[in-house]
Each structure stands twice: as structure tokens, then as C-alpha cells.
């Protein structure tokens, strides 16, 4: 694959090349490399978004000047995205968080003084004992998300609670990650585990690769692309994916479950589907292919918009190339509230392809493991966790939702403080208004963040983490195709008045008499001692900066490599039982969802290849490449409205909360029921100089939305919004 292919299916050709140096940089590295100035290569780990792209940083006169792929990283594969070059942007960004801050004003206001970080932990550490006092130790809950969560969890366990949540879960890829293990007993992972460039059809349903930017699997699309696989896109937008399809299906949003039924109707009914995989490996097929009888592609038709001879066209497809079929399962899943069972369906369409295991299809996770290091002995609790919040399968990373509505709420037991690190809870969880009335209910709540996020105007305290290059963090073990371990080390020193998260939480632990749970000097200290369990040359990884272990690798079914379902019945569970036993439907069935109501268009949001959620709207390097979101409105749809391009408006959704203005994209390219946008601006927070009020939040307008009752994710397509001329 050429760089320029690559750049293209990014849909930013210019962003790929972004100018991740400056012109005072062009000169240090040119210095650099003619040998004028010293010059390191450090490696580490990317941070811009989750993918965690192994990196190698050039650094000359103590100045990162270029951030590169590593060659050896599996999520690398020696490129980084255009967010990835532009950590550097992070960095240097003037806006950073430089000493830790102490509220002076009302919570919301943005007042703060400014503190040493020896008052800001005494402060914190004195609040922490009385709320421990008065409320008990669960009166503590920790939101998180990213690098920070492995330092800040030891603390939260120490001090005696088990309350912590993540937004990736019940914000994004929860009902996946819970759909999967019901059908297959195993997660697809992150990275997800496909096999895709040597798929013969790609299917993506409503995943938007190329705009949703995750490095190798992008580079692996389109090696796809390039080795001539059929490209099936779901999506009512044609996104950069559809652009590169075969068949475009510009279904009607939220009606998606119904056109899967629909193939697996028909794949089942044609005969389709492998036979002696379903046998040996599936338990349910007949009930399954009794259920789905219904499902014709002429009634998909109805629900869908999509015509039932390319319903069936692309079942077909499908049927004939299995089993070397990609069917991407989702990332950002949480949709309608009913995402668990369409997450099923999904992963019921590979399994009757047989694709799972399979070459073009998913891979088997390598079983290579690194020797287990037992957790500390942490307090036992005797009141519940409230990281499930009654849903029967909340999940490990915990429903942000339920904390949330604890605090609110007081029940079952007080929640009085809250620790947030890596994560911009007001731009991550639908519902503002809630979690500014559960933040108001607290008598603590302490911010880490590296930039002044919408959340920390908030705060009673906030602490300045510095950022990923110029920091230690854990270890990252690599579960794809075979083991690795992945190094994060700085490549300068932490700048301002910043620290790093390990410090932090260490520090803090000692004020609280919990330095136990942090038995090590400095990080190194841990890591070294972890590679010496993992029998890892530590100085090998630092150099290095991936090791991988490519005899762990056995991606795929054979005679004596065969799967392992932890399911029930040890099988791909067509029909649950565990569903049927906890009151859900045993094989997913349709229910349909709410249409917009006259004059109202459904509110669909997205990514762009340049930034991840608000963390970056603020980075000058991807700042320059997209500063504001546009919002797309059908052509047909500004004719009717007497709109054009590029004039704003605002947005209102049905209980009348009104957004930031926002420029329009009037296109072709989108359905006339529904808007996008991409998520992550609009952000309220002064201190954001380049961000501040730029474009709309999509956050601020889905007030109200539905949760999956099984999981707890909560379904974030369902706001409807009408637009208002005049902004
Ligand atoms: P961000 O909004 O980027 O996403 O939710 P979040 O992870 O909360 O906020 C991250 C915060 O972490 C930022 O304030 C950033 O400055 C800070 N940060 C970045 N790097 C560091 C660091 O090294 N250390 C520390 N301490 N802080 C750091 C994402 C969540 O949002 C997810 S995973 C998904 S998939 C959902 N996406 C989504 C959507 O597409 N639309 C809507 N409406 N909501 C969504 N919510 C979910
Ligand atoms: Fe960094 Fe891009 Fe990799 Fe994400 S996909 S970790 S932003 S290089």
C-alpha cells in the first residue's frame, strides 16, 4: 500500500501530511540530521486516541520535532495518523494546564487560584478523610479513562471502594463487548480482531473507517480495498468507507437490526451459510432460522428504504465468498438502547458465514500470556458496587451513567466525592444537565486533566498531568494475532508545572496513608521489575520499543488449533440462554424505533480523521487542519428551508435546548431524515483559546435517550433537532 493510498482512504490527504512541525522544527531537525544538534530517538506509545500506535519520537536540543510510526508496532505498522503526528500540537500547546488550581468561584465559573501541589494534595487528601468519615469509603468513585485509569485504580481500591467507570463502555463499546461474549464468550477486542486485508467483503454498518481513524486497521481497509474485496457500506451518509463501496446502503437511521435479520433470513433460506461450521461449532440453529423467518428482504424493504433485490444482492455476496468475510462489529455502538441484541445479530451473521477463526474473517487471539502478577489485598467492601448500577451485565469498566445517578440521587448510599482523570465527562455522557446536578451534589471533585476541559470548570481542584511524551506509563500487552509488550517513556522532561499520573496518584497515597499500594520509588522502578517477571530485556524494550512474541500467533481454525467458546453450552450461542434467563429476548428480534416527528431530523454524529472526541479540538496542529464541525443537511432539505452552504444555524432539540451556532454543509451526500455532525466541539471552557464555542456540541443536545436495560449503554442516536435560521 502507497503512502498516498493510505492518506486518501483517511479521507485527509492533506491531514495525513500534516505539518506536524513547525518551521523553527524543520530547522532543529535539519540541524539534527547533519549532525549540528544532538539528536535521540525515543520510543513510546501514542495517546491521541486508544489504538496506542507504537511511536518513535525525534528529539533534538531537548525539542520533539517529528513523531513517526514504529515499524515493529502491530497498530503502527511504521505510519501514524494525522491525530498521532500531532501530539506534538499537545505538547506545545500554550492553553496546557500548568500548575494545579484550587476553585475560588462557583463551580461552572472557571475561578481558580493557582496552588503548589503540596496544598492542592493536602487539600484534597483532608477533604477525602472526612467524606471517608462521614459517608464511608465508597462515597469515593473515580471516572476514567485512557493511561491514567492503571495509577489512579489502586488508589480508589485502597481507600475502600470499587466505583469506578469508564466511557467507553456504556458510551461506546459496551453492548458490543457484552453482545460478543453472549454469542462467542470472548470479546472481538481492541484492536478489533479482523483479518481484513485479506477479506474478499468488507461490511461495514456504520462504521465510518477512514474518518473513524484507527491506524493499521484503516492501512489494512485499504490494503482490502486494494486486493479487490467487495465493499458492502451501511450508512445513511455517504461517508469516506461508502465512497470506496461497491454497494452503498443508505439505510434509514436506526432501522439497521432489521436488515441484518433480513440477511441472516436469507443466508439461512438460500443456503448460504456453512453448514459443517454451524454444526460443528454453533448451538440454536434451528431455532435461530425458525426466528428469523419473518425478516423477508421484502419487509426490510419497508423498514430500511433499501431496496430488497440489493437486500438481497448483498446477502449473496456474502453467502458466496464466505468465509472470508469481514463484518465489522462496531466501536461506538451505543445507538437506540436496544444495541446489545443488534451487536448480537451481528455477531450471529458472522458465525452462520463461519467467519470466526477463519482467514478474510476474525482471528483467534494469541493464548500467549505474560506471567499473571497477583493484585494487592485491597479493602473488602460490604455494601454493592456501583459500577454495574442493576443492569445484569454492567460490565468490568462500569456504567458511567450509574454512578452518575447514584450521586444524584443518594441512593443506595451517598456519593460525595468524585476523582476524573482522562476523561471530559461533559462532552463524553449525554444528559449535561445530569451530571451537573450530580456534580452539585458532591463535596469533592478533583480533575486531572492536561488541558482546562468543559469538566474542570467544574472542579474544586484540578491537577495538570503532563502529557504522554513526557511521561512513564504501564505496559502495553498486545492480545491481537500474537503477545508484545509496548513502552511509554518520556521523550523530555514533564514541562511547567505539570506531573505525571503515576506521580500524582502516588503522592496523593502517601497523604492518605495508602503508599502500600504504590511499592516503588519511581515508575521505571515498576517497570523494570514487571519485565523481569515478564522475562522482557528491559533495556531491549526501551530501545525497541515493541517486543512481540510471533510464535504465540495461531490466528486461525485448523485440525489442532481449534476454538474455545466460554460460553455455556461451549458453543457460538445462536440462542441464548443466558439471555432467556435473565428475561431478554434468547435470538435478537426486531423492535422499531421512533421516527422523527414533521419539521424534526434525527441527529447523527461521527469522527473526523483529525481529531478524537473534544480531547484534541484544542491541539494547535489538528486545530489548523479542522477547526469547527459543519453540520451536513440534505440538499433537497436546504432548498425546501431557503438555507445554503456555509451559512449557520443553530439547533434545537424537542426540549428546546438550543446549540451553538454551526456552519452548514449542504450535500447530496446525506439522507434528507437526518443532520451529522462530528462529535467533540462546542466546548464551553474559556481557557480552550482555539476551540472556545467553535461549532455545536452534539453532547449538549441529546438531553434524553434511552438505556439498554441489559447493559446499561446508553442510546445516543435518538434526539431529534430542528434547525433555527439566524444564528
Ligand atoms: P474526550 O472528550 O476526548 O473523550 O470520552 P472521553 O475519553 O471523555 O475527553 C478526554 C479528556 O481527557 C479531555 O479533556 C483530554 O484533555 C483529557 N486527556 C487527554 N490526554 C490525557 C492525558 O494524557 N492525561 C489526562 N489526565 N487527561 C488527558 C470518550 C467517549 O465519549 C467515547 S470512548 C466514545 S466512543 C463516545 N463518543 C461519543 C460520540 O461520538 N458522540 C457523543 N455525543 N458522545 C460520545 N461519548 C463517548
Ligand atoms: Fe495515535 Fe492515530 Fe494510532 Fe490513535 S490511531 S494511537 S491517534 S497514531
Redesign the pocket.
Known amino acids: 500500500m502507497s503512502r498516498r493510498s493510505f492518506l486518501k482512504t483517511s479521507g485527509i490527504c492533506t491531514a495525513g501530511a500534516i505539518a506536524a512541525t513547525y518551521l523553527p522544527d524543520q530547522f532543529l531537525l535539519w540541524a539534527g540530521e547533519k549532525g549540528l544538534a544532538k539528536t535521540e530517538k525515543i520510543t513510546t506509545y501514542c495517546?491521541m486516541c486508544f489504538w496506542k500506535c507504537g511511536a518513535i519520537a525525534t528529539v533534538v536540543g531537548g525539542r520533539v520535532v517529528k513523531l513517526e510510526g514504529n515499524p515493529l508496532s502491530a497498530t503502527a505498522k511504521g505510519k501514524l495518523c494525522g491525530r498521532g503526528n500531532g501530539g506534538i500540537g499537545l505538547l506545545y500547546d500554550p492553553d496546557r494546564l500548568k500548575h494545579p488550581l484550587i476553585r475560588t468561584g462557583k463551580r461552572g465559573e472557571g475561578q481558580f487560584r493557582k496552588a503548589s501541589w503540596d496544598e492542592a494534595l493536602t487539600h484534597i487528601a483532608d477533604k477525602l478523610k472526612k467524606i471517608k468519615e462521614e459517608h464511608g469509603p465508597e462515597s469515593l468513585a473515580l471516572f476514567t479513562?485512557?493511561?491514567?485509569t492503571e495509577h489512579f485504580m489502586p488508589l480508589l481500591q485502597g481507600f475502600g471502594s470499587n466505583n469506578f467507570a469508564m466511557?467507553?463502555f456504556a458510551?461506546?463499546r459496551g453492548p458490543r463487548v457484552v453482545g460478543y461474549e453472549l454469542t462467542y464468550g470472548d470479546d472481538i477486542g481492541s484492536p478489533e480482531r479482523l483479518d481484513m486485508a485479506n477479506s474478499k467483503v468488507v461490511v461495514l454498518i456504520g462504521s465510518h473507517l477512514g474518518e473513524n481513524m484507527h491506524n493499521s486497521q484503516v492501512q489494512e481497509f485499504t490494503d482490502a480495498i486494494g486486493n479487490g474485496a467487495k465493499i458492502i457500506v451501511v450508512d445513511p451518509r455517504f461517508s469516506v468507507a461508502a465512497g470506496k463501496a461497491h454497494h452503498w446502503l443508505p439505510i434509514k437511521p436506526a432501522s439497521d437490526m432489521a436488515l441484518i435479520l433480513a440477511w441472516i433470513n436469507i443466508i439461512i433460506r438460500e443456503g448460504w451459510y456453512d453448514r459443517e461450521y454451524v454444526a460443528k461449532y454453533t448451538h440454536g440453529f434451528d431455532k435461530l432460522a425458525a426466528a428469523v423467518q419473518q425478516y423477508t428482504p421484502e419487509w426490510a424493504e419497508k423498514e430500511t428504504d433499501i431496496p430488497a433485490a440489493q437486500i438481497m444482492a448483498t446477502a449473496r455476496e456474502m453467502g458466496l465468498h464466505r468465509p472470508a468475510v469481514c463484518i465489522h462489529p462496531g466501536r461506538?455502538v451505543t445507538w437506540d438502547g436496544k444495541d446489545v441484541q443488534r451487536s448480537r445479530a451481528i455477531a450471529i451473521l458472522g458465525a452462520i458465514l463461519g467467519t470466526w477463526g477463519r482467514e478474510g474473517g476474525a482471528y483467534l487471539a494469541t493464548r500467549g500470556s505474560f506471567p499473571a502478577v497477583p493484585p494487592p489485598s485491597f479493602p473488602a467492601s460490604n455494601r454493592p458496587t456501583l459500577k454495574k448500577g442493576g443492569f445484569p451485565l454492567g460490565g468490568a469498566e462500569g456504567v458511567t451513567n450509574a454512578i452518575r445517578e447514584a450521586t444524584s440521587i443518594g441512593e443506595p448510599y451517598p456519593v460525595k466525592a468524585w476523582m476524573v482523570?482522562?476523561?471530559?465527562?461533559l462532552?463524553?455522557m449525554?444528559g449535561q444537565k445530569e451530571t451537573i446536578e450530580a456534580i452539585s451534589k458532591l463535596d469533592l471533585l478533583v480533575v486531572?486533566?492536561?488541558?482546562p476541559?468543559d469538566t474542570s470548570l467544574y472542579a474544586d481542584v484540578v491537577l495538570p498531568?503532563c502529557?504522554?511524551l513526557e511521561r512513564h506509563d504501564g505496559l502495553i500487552i498486545g492480545k491481537g494475532r500474537a503477545l508484545s509488550a509496548s513502552i511509554r517513556q518520556p521523550a523530555v522532561a514533564p514541562m511547567y508545572d505539570s506531573k505525571p499520573?503515576w506521580w500524582i496518584a502516588k503522592e496523593l497515597s502517601k497523604k492518605l496513608g495508602l503508599e502500600d499500594y504504590f511499592p516503588w520509588e519511581n515508575f521505571e522502578d515498576r517497570l523494570n521489575e514487571l519485565c523481569l517477571t515478564y522475562n522482557i530485556d528491559y533495556d531491549e524494550l526501551k530501545q525497541k520499543g515493541v517486543i512481540s512474541f510471533p510464535d504465540t500467533a495461531k490466528p486461525f481454525i485448523t485440525a489442532d488449533n481449534q476454538p474455545v467458546f466460554k460460553t455455556k453450552s461451549g458453543k457460538i450461542e445462536l440462542y441464548s440462554k443466558e439471555l432467556e434467563e435473565l428475561g431478554f429476548e434468547p435470538i435478537p428480534a426486531y423492535e422499531k424505533n421512533e421516527e422523527p416527528p414533521q419539521g424534526f431530523y434525527r441527529l447523527l454524529?461521527g469522527r473526523s480523521a483529525v481529531h478524537?472526541?473534544?480531547?484534541t479540538v484544542n491541539n494547535p496542529a489538528l486545530n489548523e487542519l479542522y477547526k469547527e464541525n459543519e453540520l451536513w443537511l440534505s440538499s433537497v432539505q436546504a432548498r425546501k428551508m431557503g438555507l445554503t452552504d456555509g451559512q449557520y444555524v443553530a439547533l434545537q432539540n424537542q426540549e428546546g435546548i438550543t446549540s451553538n451556532r454551526v456552519r452548514l454543509k449542504v450535500t447530496e451526500r446525506i439522507r434528507e431524515d437526518c443532520v451529522y455532525m462530528v462529535?467533540?466541539f462546542g466546548q464551553q471552557s474559556k481557557g480552550l483559546t482555539k476551540a472556545f464555542r467553535r461549532g455545536a456540541d452534539?453532547?449538549q443536545l441529546?438531553s434524553s435517550y434511552p438505556v439498554d436495560p441489559i447493559c446499561g449503554g446508553t442510546g445516543?442516536r435518538c434526539t431529534f433537532v430542528k434547525l433555527v435560521k439566524g444564528a
Open positions: 495517546e479513562h485512557g493511561s491514567p466511557p467507553s458510551q461506546c461506538h482523570t482522562g476523561t471530559n465527562l462532552a463524553a449525554p486531572v486533566d492536561v488541558i476541559s498531568e502529557t504522554y499520573a454524529y478524537t472526541f473534544s480531547r462529535h467533540g452534539d453532547q441529546i445516543m
